[in-house]
């Protein structure tokens, strides 16, 4: 008489065994509030030392070591990615056909993607949402986000550039992480719901920070950074629209001025 009530317990316990990954998936998300500090490192070696409560690193340059060493010290770490545009340098980049390369976008070595062809991007994007899940980080910064504004080489339009935007905020959810908006301020009431925070580059010295107040409303963070302006000319506006602003280099090292 005992059979049955053994492989109802073997049931029960394997019912309630999950991976690692089944139960990132299911744990809240982390959701940076307004005004929280940041440190954006993209080049050279990278300085934790850093009195900053979220860093942004590149998610392919570091390991699981380097966001473990990070979260010890008590910090939050976003996952930087190129998911807009093709990058020669990465580790992947054979595996993109030439169907889906365009143009140049200004920086050297990198080019606009098709992000009309989805069937071919979706399991390349996911890969890399993988390697940044499996590395441990806490949230997902998608970058070139805004190419249907740009000379891409393709015909992108605005609701191709909602789907795509919105399958990666998908995807990295479907992975536990949070995920950024990165530019793209025309269509942030469209996309506000489907992002858990933004990053915006030089948005004082083009006059546009009011375009992300919907971020602040929804209670979520603008992560913002400025290149080419003093402090004086966009902190006091930064802190009354309750942005998290600092001056940096263009080539994003370690060195920061915060607001």
Not at 14 to 30: E, H, M, Q, V
Not at 147 to 176: E, I, M, S, V
């Amino acid at each position: 008489m005992r059979r049955p009530i053994l492989l109802l317990a073997l049931l029960l316990l394997l019912a309630g065994c999950t991976t690692d990954s089944d139960s990132r998936a299911s744990a809240p998300r982390w959701r940076p509030r307004p005004g929280v500090a940041w440190q954006w490192q993209l080049s050279g070696r990278i300085d934790t030392s850093v009195d900053a409560p979220v860093y942004d690193i590149d998610g392919f340059d570091h390991s699981g070591a380097t966001v473990a060493a990070l979260h010890r010290k008590g910090r939050k770490v976003i996952c930087y990615l190129s998911t807009g545009a093709w990058e020669d340098w990465r580790p992947d980049a054979k595996k993109f056909p030439r169907s889906v390369i365009g143009k140049g976008n200004g920086w050297k070595g990198e080019r606009w993607l098709d992000i009309r062809r989805t069937n071919v991007l979706e399991p390349l994007m996911a890969a890399r949402l993988d390697m940044c899940r499996d590395k441990g980080f806490d949230a997902v910064e998608p970058d070139n986000m805004d190419g249907y504004r740009n000379t891409t080489g393709f015909p992108l339009t605005a609701a191709d550039q909602l789907r795509y935007n919105r399958l990666l905020a998908k995807l990295a959810h479907d992975r536990g992480m949070a995920v950024g908006l990165k530019n793209d301020l025309d269509q942030i009431p469209r996309l506000v719901k489907d992002f858990d925070f933004a990053v915006n580059e030089q948005c004082a010295q083009y006059g546009e920070c009011a375009a992300l107040k919907p971020f602040v409303e929804a209670d979520k963070a603008v992560f913002h950074v400025e290149y080419e302006l003093p402090t004086s000319r966009f902190c006091a506006q930064s802190r009354r629209l309750k942005l998290s602003s600092m001056l940096k280099k263009y080539e994003l090292g370690a060195w920061r001025r915060a607001c």
